[in-house]
């Protein structure tokens, strides 16, 4: 069968993050910030339909199927994806993508990475490469720091820029709830803004770290202490940026949830929950208040860039 033989398409689930502990360390002379973070993965999901095509060509769509108000051209990190592969075996990137997004867009959760993660999956399966893991996750971290862990999903401590990982062996599975805002926030600028916080409070960025509490927490799979161990470093910048979101995050206080915070560079806000029934509250009061525009309810670990059909 030949590779543009359009009758081909591969179907991909890709799951979204939330950083458990995103523990950020000083600016490096590369721009980016040496970190620790636990990853996990939620089975918020985006899909990726790879087909056989003439040419390179992506759409992006809403779960209801509507065109999405992001660019789905060379700059768009899916699109690059293919590009990186195809390159990487010298063929050329002949695939018509499909995208259909439920991660949120600039929320924190890496939905861009995920659909990055998802094509370079779908586009191996699709041309029959089988790419060896070790080179897959090298072309990910070419593309961005969180797209290696995209690829793996589970639950992982991240180190570098993010992209060297290594997998947290936890027990059970954790409820949460997602308060999605209205508006993305800007990966570059909430680390700027970290990055400035300090500097005002002349309190120097220490080396990052891993909490042991938090380990203990995910060995045991013990959701209270998870709720008590959760942290993120770039929260008070998000805040900063976005000063609503602490309205948001009283919600937590308030319905009683194990723990709650920004989930990675925001502004996607993110509660631990006892279970379905107890998000399923935590989800109708985010709704009452009007301040956020969708509320998501998913749960963790989850496998990571997966083929399924
Ligand atoms: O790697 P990625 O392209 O996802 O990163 C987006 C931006 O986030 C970077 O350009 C940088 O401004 C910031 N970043 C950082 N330190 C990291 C990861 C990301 O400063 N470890």
Not at 13 to 31: C, E, F, I, T
Not at 53 to 71: C, I, N, R, W, Y
Not at 95 to 124: N, Q, R
């Amino acid at each position: 069968m030949s590779r543009s033989d359009s009758s081909r398409s591969i179907t991909v689930r890709v799951p979204a993050k939330v950083n458990l502990q995103l523990s950020v360390g000083p600016r490096r002379a590369d721009g980016y910030h040496d970190l620790v973070t636990v990853f996990h993965a939620v089975n918020l999901c985006d899909q990726v339909v790879a087909r056989s095509a003439s040419e390179l060509a992506l759409s992006m769509v809403s779960t209801t199927g509507a065109p999405l108000d992001v660019p789905a051209d060379h700059t768009n990190l899916a699109w690059r994806a293919a590009v990186a592969l195809a390159e990487h075996v010298g063929i050329d990137p002949e695939v018509s993508l499909m995208v259909t997004k439920e991660i949120p867009v600039a929320g924190g959760m890496a939905g861009g990475s995920a659909d990055a993660a998802g094509t370079l999956v779908a586009c191996d399966a699709l041309w029959q490469l089988g790419t060896p893991r070790e080179e897959l996750h090298d072309i990910a971290a070419s593309l961005g720091s969180d797209v290696p862990f995209a690829l793996n999903g589970g639950t992982a401590i991240g180190t570098g820029r993010g992209e060297v990982l290594t997998p947290v062996l936890g027990r059970g599975e954790f409820h949460w709830v997602f308060a999605v805002a209205a508006e993305g926030l800007s990966t570059p600028a909430v680390y700027t803004r970290c990055d400035e916080l300090r500097a005002q409070s002349s309190e120097p960025a220490t080396e990052p770290y891993v909490s042991d509490l938090l380990l203990q927490a995910l060995r045991a799979g013990d959701a209270e202490l998870l709720g008590q161990a959760l942290s993120n470093d770039l929260q008070p910048a998000a805040l900063s940026l976005r000063p609503s979101l602490g309205q948001v995050l009283e919600v937590g206080e308030e319905y009683g949830a194990l723990g709650q915070l920004v989930s990675g560079s925001g502004p996607t806000s993110a509660f631990l929950d006892r279970d379905d029934h107890h998000g399923a509250n935590i989800a109708k009061a985010h709704m009452a208040t009007g301040h956020v525009r969708a509320v998501k309810q998913a749960r963790g670990p989850v496998a990571g860039a997966r083929v399924i059909g």
